[in-house]
């Protein structure tokens, strides 16, 4: 195993599928000459030139729509935005065409292309600029949103994007591209749709995925000293979500806390809850917990961030409020 | 870049050879050092850590906002991009609240929701500060078709970056907004850079100017170090608008000094580009108008630049000062209606 920042697992899920197949190649802007607003693509134009790794204007909708058009012939696009907020811009040729393109051409059209970029709140950026977007477009059949929360999973969910011949979205995160991680010295892919039980316990099952595991971690060791076994399910993708894998560790716990860094309403801790009052009903022994962002824009000033995000202090509290204990 | 020299207009203020009077000639010298004078604490308050968010500095950009300010009416609408510190300078507001703002304070002029992107101020029309790029394109557009359909005489500028300038939103608004004679100016704030990216990296047309002709727009390079430069061309657009003759595209060429951000190493230019620009200071130039022209003695110029020193010093004791926000007020200001029914858990 070696230590990697998650900005390198992404990179190296890149560049080692770049090596292999021609048809790959990154665009988005900053990428090639400015390695990356993040430092993610940083020394892939020295590998792979001006071909394989370009650089574009700021036109979300136009390189988006190119990449789908590229995609729709032949080639493997790897497209970059700087964040998901700006994304906002490209959402038509995401959802009106790449997400579509095979069904409305009766099958004849597939669409290889993975999306990825910062996704979520990094700090005091405003409304704009902190959006979490995973739920927005899990909602969209046609499209897979996967959702990497260290950079194994980063390393392993992007190869298994790029070679992927439906679109994929990869949420990462500013606040992640730092993170460190061990990965395996040789290759390894992880199948996408597959979560993860990070950690196993015996009396709730806390459900989650990207960024904001780092907080549920932080939750679960205040927990465990208190001597409360958490069961920790990382989705890694939320479209697909693996269902089974819930209902199984609810099966064994009866309880169910969901951390979403999103907004309440259509979410896809709103989406767990259903499934789970569905399938699991006989077995949930307490109404199922979330602990989300506010209901609001995410506000520029420090107090309303706080205020506004799920915290530790929360968790644990929607924690203990499922196991009727103060 | 060069930039071809505009033809002066007749001009009722003048008062001198120089084209302007000595009032105006102080009053952009003692606006732009404010400006920069702010800028430059606000930089290394930053580094400091006494606020978050991203920091976009103007500063070498301050002739644009001092020029645009000078020739504007009252009535004018204002709307620009995330890099907005010096907008509401020139406009007139008071720096402290703007420095509140960056600080995330009660006082700020967007109460401390909207941070460093995001200046708003009803009082004299700046309706933003955005944080995503080429947004206000359209949105300029918008805020002059609505004062045409009032049937009111006011006139929006809209500034916009270079990179900006490569959106699409861009070409559906020029084609609409001339279409319908829009009373809009819009202002490439051409710093030659978006990011680390070079104009020249985008485009075929490094004349940005040509955007416009393609909608028979008029269009013309402007010296964006030269405050007199953008105020005429302003002038003469602004005229073009409230005329009913509608939008007029400016290349103001400028540059800014500092990286893009606070966090920008500027690995994509010379030392030597950022001195040659230095030389062409904006603040620079009009000092030495000033002096050249003893416009002003070098006691009065002494006194502005410890009026500016006491401005800054009083924004920064003003914004640390000032009240933090209350949590409650995160479900303030989202919907106008009182009773919104959040979702709360
Ligand atoms: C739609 C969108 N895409 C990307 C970004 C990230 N971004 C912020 S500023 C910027 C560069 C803009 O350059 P320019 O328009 O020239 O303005 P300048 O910073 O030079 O004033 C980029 C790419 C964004 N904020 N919004
Ligand atoms: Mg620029």
């Known amino acids: 195993m070696r230590t990697v920042q998650y900005r390198e697992a992404l990179r190296e899920a890149m560049v080692e599928e770049m090596r292999k197949d021609e048809t790959v190649f990154l665009m988005g802007e900053e990428v090639a000459e400015y390695n990356g607003a993040y430092k993610v693509s940083q020394g892939m134009l020295d590998e792979f030139g001006p071909k394989r790794v370009i650089d574009t204007p700021i036109a979300e909708l136009g390189f988006a729509g190119i990449a789908v058009g590229a995609a729709m012939n032949g080639l493997r696009p790897i497209v970059e935005f700087m964040t998901w907020n700006f994304a906002l811009l490209a959402s038509d040729q995401i959802i009106n065409s790449a997400a579509k393109m095979l069904q409305m051409s009766g099958g004849q059209y597939s669409c290889p292309i993975v999306f990825r970029g910062g996704n979520g709140p990094a700090g005091q950026l405003a409304a704009t600029h902190s959006q979490s977007f995973e739920s927005f477009y899990a909602h969209v059949p046609g499209l897979k949103v996967v959702t990497p929360s260290n950079p194994y999973d980063a390393k392993g969910l992007l190869k298994s994007a790029i070679r992927d011949n439906d679109p994929v979205l990869i949420m990462e995160s500013e606040k992640m591209y730092g993170d460190k991680g061990e990965i395996p010295e040789g290759e390894y892919l992880i199948p996408i749709g597959k979560a993860e039980v990070k950690k196993k316990g015996d009396h709730i099952t806390i459900v989650s995925f990207g960024k904001i595991l780092k907080v549920v971690q932080e939750a679960v060791d205040v927990l465990e000293k208190e001597g409360v076994s958490c069961e920790v399910i990382d989705l890694r993708s939320v479209r697909p979500i693996d269902y089974d894998c819930l209902v199984e560790s609810i099966k064994k716990t009866n309880r169910c806390v969901v951390v979403e860094e999103s907004w309440p309403l259509a979410s896809i801790s709103g989406e767990i809850a259903f499934h789970l009052q569905r399938y699991a009903f006989d077995y949930l022994d307490a109404p199922v917990m979330r602990v989300m962002q506010a209901d609001t824009p995410f506000a520029f000033s420090k107090v309303l961030i706080e205020e506004a995000l799920p915290s530790v202090k929360r968790i644990i509290d929607a924690v203990k409020s499922s196991l009727y204990v103060r | ?26 009053k952009w010298y003692k606006d732009m050092l404010i400006m920069r004078k702010i800028e430059e604490r606000v930089g290394h308050l930053y580094i400091q850590q006494k606020f978050g968010g991203f920091c976009h500095l103007y500063i070498g950009q301050e002739a644009l906002v ?10 004018d609408k204002h709307i620009t991009a995330y890099r907005d510190h010096a907008h509401p300078i020139a406009l007139g507001i008071h720096p402290k609240f703007m420095v509140a703002e960056l600080y995330g304070k009660k006082t700020g002029m967007s109460k401390g929701k909207g941070g460093s992107m995001h200046m708003f101020s009803k009082d004299v029309n700046l309706m933003g500060g955005h944080g995503i790029v080429g947004a206000q394109i359209p949105m300029g557009a918008g805020i002059a078709f609505a004062d045409q359909y009032k049937g009111n005489k006011a ?58 002709k393609s909608y028979h727009m008029p ?6 170090m030269s405050v007199e430069a953008v105020h005429h061309a302003i ?29 920008d190493p500027q690995k994509y230019r010379t030392k030597d580009e950022v001195e040659d620009y230095k030389g062409k200071d904006p603040i620079s130039q009009v000092l030495k108008t000033i002096q050249t022209n003893k416009l002003a003695s070098e006691s009065e110029i002494k006194k502005i630049q410890d009026d500016v020193k006491a401005i800054v010093e009083e924004s920064v004791v003003f914004a640390e000062e000032s009240p933090e926000l209350e949590a409650h007020e995160l479900y303030e200001d989202v919907y106008t209606q009182n009773d919104y029914p959040f979702i709360k858990e």
């Open chain 2, 155 to 212: 006139v929006t500028y809209c500034s916009f970056g270079d990179g900006a300038a490569r959106q699409g939103a861009l070409h559906e608004t020029f084609n609409m907004a001339m279409m319908w004679k829009l009373p809009v100016v819009f202002i490439i704030e051409n710093n030659n850079y978006a990011m680390g990216t070079s104009v020249k990296r985008t485009t075929n047309v490094e004349d940005m100017s040509e955007m416009g």
């Open chain 2, 219 to 224: 269009s013309k390079v402007v010296d964006g």
């Open chain 2, 1 to 26: 870049m060069p930039a071809t020299t505009i033809e002066k207009p007749v001009n009722k203020k003048q008062k001198n050879d120089l084209g302007f009077s000595k009032k105006q000639y102080l």
């Open chain 2, 235 to 263: 002038e003469e657009a602004s005229e073009r608008a409230r005329k009913g003759d509608g939008p007029t595209l400016l290349d103001i060429r400028t540059y800014r000094y500092k990286g893009h951000s606070m966090s």
């Open chain 2, 66 to 75: 001092a020029g645009t300010a000078s020739a504007c009416h009252k009535d």
